[in-house]
């Protein structure tokens, strides 16, 4: 998975979120609550298993995201960037200030190691 490179390098801290309703619209805040939070080591982490989270074919199931993620810069109000993934048609939604347009939806392979651990890691947050 693509992530835009000056974003990720200012990551400091993500917020884990179970996306209870939408986004109904690309860009649209997800509605749910922040389930937990990755900070220091867990940054790199988790950022470096998103981005080699291979690319898949199409699957259309209405996209209905679960989970997502919001990653924030030192001390930011704002989020630099945010995800929302569905693992139904492995379509993940990203959005924000840093995000160029090409990168706003894109495939993932929601049964990669890779995503399956992202999903794993998020669900543990929730714990």
Same mark, same amino acid.
């Given at each position: =998975?693509q #992530?835009?490179?000056?974003?990720? &390098?200012a990551?400091?801290?993500?917020?884990?979120?179970?996306?209870?309703?939408? $986004?109904?619209r690309? !860009?649209? $805040?997800?509605?749910?609550?922040?389930? !937990?939070h990755? @900070?220091?080591?867990?940054? *790199? @982490?988790?950022?470096?298993?998103v981005r080699? +989270?291979?690319? &898949?074919? #199409?699957?259309? %199931?209405?996209?209905?995201? !679960?989970?997502?993620?919001r990653?924030? &810069?030192?001390?930011a *109000?704002?989020?630099?960037?945010?995800? *929302?993934? %569905?693992?139904?048609c492995? +379509?993940?939604? #990203?959005?924000? $200030?840093?995000?160029? @347009?090409?990168?706003?939806?894109?495939?993932?392979a929601?049964?990669?190691?890779? *995503?399956?651990?992202?999903?794993?890691? =998020?669900r543990a947050?929730?714990?």
């Open positions: =998975m #992530l835009p490179a000056d974003a990720v &390098a990551t400091v801290r993500i917020d884990v979120v179970r996306i209870t309703a939408g $986004p109904e690309h !860009g649209d $805040p997800m509605t749910g609550p922040v389930v !937990g990755w @900070e220091g080591p867990a940054v *790199a @982490e988790m950022l470096a298993a080699k +989270i291979p690319s &898949a074919g #199409l699957t259309l %199931c209405g996209f209905a995201p !679960g989970w997502g993620i990653a924030y &810069a030192e001390a *109000a704002t989020p630099l960037y945010e995800a *929302a993934f %569905c693992y139904g492995d +379509i993940v939604w #990203l959005w924000g $200030p840093r995000v160029p @347009e090409p990168l706003h939806r894109q495939t993932f929601s049964d990669s190691p890779y *995503a399956l651990f992202l999903r794993m890691r =998020m947050a929730a714990a």
